[in-house]
């Protein structure tokens, strides 16, 4: 079993950056791939990006490939969600999620376990 906690959210200007961070509990975290999701005011939750559980394949969502980038430390149980080049519609309260399936968290459903979600608020 594992379970994701997030930070590390916040406000920033437009074409700033932040860096969230998912600490996982659970001896079998490397085990697990790791994913990032968000969901602004009024829409659905959308998947963001997703790392395996070696850290070999990442995966991201056209709207944020070239500016975000996914990474773990297993040593550590953390995944980090790098963010650059910020943008107004970015505004979301991002989650971080587990699962053994790598295709589980790329498709963004049948998902093993969630975070509370950390709230990204990029100003114009």
């Known amino acids: 079993q594992v379970q994701v906690v997030e930070s590390g959210g916040g406000l920033v200007q437009a074409g700033g950056s932040l860096r969230l961070s998912c600490a996982a509990s659970g001896r079998t975290f490397r085990s697990y791939a790791m994913g990032w999701f968000r969901q602004a005011p009024g829409k659905e939750r959308e998947f963001v990006a997703v790392?395996?559980?070696?850290?070999?394949?990442?995966y991201y969502a056209d709207s944020v490939k070239g500016r975000f980038t996914i990474s773990r430390e297993n040593a550590k149980n953390v995944v980090y969600l790098q963010m650059n080049s910020l943008k107004p519609e970015d505004t979301a309260v991002y989650y971080c999620?587990?699962?053994?399936?790598?295709?589980?968290?790329?498709?963004?459903?049948?998902?093993?376990?969630w975070g509370q979600g950390t709230q990204v608020t990029v100003s114009s």
């Open positions: 999620a587990a699962d053994l399936n790598i295709s589980r968290l790329r498709v963004g459903t049948e998902i093993g376990y």
């Open positions: 790392i395996s559980w070696s850290g070999s394949l990442t």
